[in-house]
Each structure stands twice: as C-alpha cells, then as structure tokens.
C-alpha cells in the first residue's frame, strides 16, 4: 500500500513560483510512474506531468511545459513539482497520484487528499 500528502500549496501573485511536495510512503514498485494532476472548481481532474519514480522519463501538459519541473529525491522519498511563472489559470487543486498510469487520472492506483493553489492577476 502506497500513501501520499502534498503540501506547498498556497496564495501566490501572478508570476510568482511555488514548490509542491509529495510525501511517499509504503512499498513502492521501481515500475511507479509519479504523477501530479489538477482539478479546478467545476472542471475535470487534468494532467500536469508525470515522471518515472527512478527519476527517468518526464511528460508534461502543453501549457505548463517549461515553466513547471517534477523531480523525486527517492533519499527523501518526495516527488516535487516546481512551478514558475504562475498564471491565474493555474488555479486549482493539486493531487499527487502513483501507479502505472501515463495521462489519464483513472490510471493511477494512489492518490493524495489534494493541496490547493490559488493564483491572484
């Protein structure tokens, strides 16, 4: 059984950056790909990126493509989504998620309760 908690979330200014945190505990498969996903209110839960937990292969979605970067430290065991440039349509709920899933939220086995990020213009 795998948990997660994210935390880092909070009240930003347009522009501004954040750093997200994913704790990961329990037995987790060297196969686990690490995703972070997003819902804002009244909208589908959305893929944000995604990397494998040996630190390997990473995908993103299109709009936070270089401004957003997800890492794990597996000394730590945290996956970490660094955000920069923050827009207003960043808006959202975060949830971190593990399994063997790629872009599709309903892949993932495990997910966390969700920490919210909130973008001023």
């Known amino acids: 059984q795998v948990q997660l908690g994210e935390s880092g979330g909070g009240l930003v200014q347009a522009g501004g950056s954040l750093r997200l945190s994913c704790a990961v505990s329990?037995?987790?498969?060297?196969?686990?790909?690490m995703g972070w996903f997003r819902q804002a209110p009244g909208k589908e839960r959305e893929f944000v990126a995604t990397?494998?937990?040996?630190?390997?292969?990473?995908d993103y979605e299109d709009t936070v493509k270089c401004r957003f970067t997800i890492s794990t430290d597996s000394a730590q065991n945290v996956v970490y989504l660094q955000m920069k440039s923050l827009k207003p349509e960043d808006t959202a709920t975060y949830f971190c998620?593990?399994?063997?899933?790629?872009?599709?939220?309903?892949?993932?086995?495990?997910w966390g309760l969700g920490t919210d990020v909130t973008v001023s213009s």
């Open positions: 998620a593990a399994g063997t899933g790629s872009r599709k939220w309903y892949e993932y086995s495990y």
């Open positions: 990397i494998e937990w040996s630190g390997g292969t990473r």
């Open positions: 329990g037995h987790t498969s060297k196969a686990y790909v």
